[in-house]
Each structure stands twice: as C-alpha cells, then as structure tokens.
C-alpha cells in the first residue's frame, strides 16, 4: 500500500520538493518578477512547508540562482534542438534560430528574457542570479561567434556581436510591446544581415 501524501508530496504530485518548488518559483518570478515575489508565495503555491524551501534553498538568492540555471539548461536544450535539425549547415541553423526567437517573442505569454529582467532587478554585480546571467549572455555570444566563424564571413566577430544586438532588442521589444510589436521582424533582420555577410540568400522556411 502507498504512503498517504504529506504536506510535501500531494496526492497525484510525486514530484520532490526541491523540483516543486523550483516550478513555482519559476512561473512567479517570470510572471510578477523576482524582487515582487516573496519566499511565502513560492511555499504556497509549491505547496511545501517552510522548512522545506530553506533546506533545499538556503536564501532567497539561492533560490533566484538555481531558478536562472534551470532557464539556462533549457534555452540550451532549445538551441542544440533546432541546430541539431540542420547539421553542418550554420547558415540554416542561424536562421532557425531566429524564427524561433521571432516567434518566441511575438508569443502573447512571453514576458522578456528572464537572463534580462533578472540582471536588471538585480544590479548588483555579485549577485549570485546576475552571475548566471551574464554567464548565459556570455555563452551566447560565444555560440553565435562559432557559428558566424562557419559562415567563413570576413569578420565573424563583428557579424555574432549584430546578431546578438538583434536578439536582445528582440526579447526587449517582445517584453514592452508585446505580440503587436517588431520582434517578428527579428527573422527577416537576421536573414539581411546574414545574406549581406554572405552573398546568400536564406534557406526556405521549413
């Protein structure tokens, strides 16, 4: 016979904890933001008991950190998923890239980037949530330099660092003006910057 549920494991909800919490950390602080959130609405919404949160999250901040390093283990899983569907051709990956994002960001329940609106609730350079971020921005603009470095353009650099610029307006735009705002232009951008780079033309949607 299975163990009644406790107050942290609800019937029908086997999931840790740890993860529950993390769940509803997640969908709080991206939707309301991570400085109007606090520790009590994140136990009531998990549905675990105090000392449950501070056993697996020591602080607050602790908290923000393992919620931002789950968000990046994600984005990358995106990333390598839509590479993945174009091997061996980083023209066609870059623009698959960038649909995604246009329509990510065009998307009525997208609330910005959350790398984004963290570093900037959080100004602080070391805090322990801006510290994620700036390592998600950092390893982006290293994976879009691999791939403009593909391209065999003259200046990858220059063209990755375009690129970049064009994604974060892109989640700034989608955040502030939402789903009738310009970050759906954000493929057709990318597509001229990499054909004027290349001399090609980009590849038929899929």
């Not at 991570?34 to 105090?50: C, M, P, Q, T, W």
């Not at 283990?73 to 023209?91: E, I, K, V």
Request: aromatic share 8%.
């Amino acid at each position: 016979m299975s163990k009644p549920p406790t107050r942290d494991e609800p019937c029908g909800d086997r999931m840790g904890a740890r993860a529950r919490i993390l769940a509803a950390a997640a969908e709080l602080f991206y939707r309301e933001g991570v400085r109007a959130v606090g520790i009590d609405a994140v136990i009531e919404k998990a549905g675990v008991a105090k000392m449950s949160l501070y056993r697996a999250f020591p602080s607050k901040n602790d908290l923000v950190a393992a919620f931002l390093a789950e968000q990046d283990s994600r984005y990358w899983q995106w990333w390598d998923s839509t590479l993945a569907r174009h091997p061996g051709d980083p023209r066609a990956q870059l623009f698959a890239l960038f649909r995604g994002l246009a329509k990510k960001t065009s998307n009525p329940a997208f609330r910005g980037c959350p790398f984004i609106n963290t570093a900037v609730e959080f100004p602080e350079p070391d805090h322990p949530g801006r510290a994620v971020a700036l390592a998600n921005k950092a390893e982006l603009r290293r994976r879009l330099g691999e791939l403009t470095s593909a391209l065999g353009v003259p200046d990858p650099a220059l063209l990755a660092d375009h690129l970049l610029l064009l994604m974060e307006g892109a989640y700034c735009a989608g955040s502030v003006m939402g789903a009738g705002g310009p970050s759906a232009a954000a493929a057709s951008a990318a597509e001229a910057l990499i054909t004027a780079a290349t001399g090609i033309g980009p590849s038929p949607s899929p």
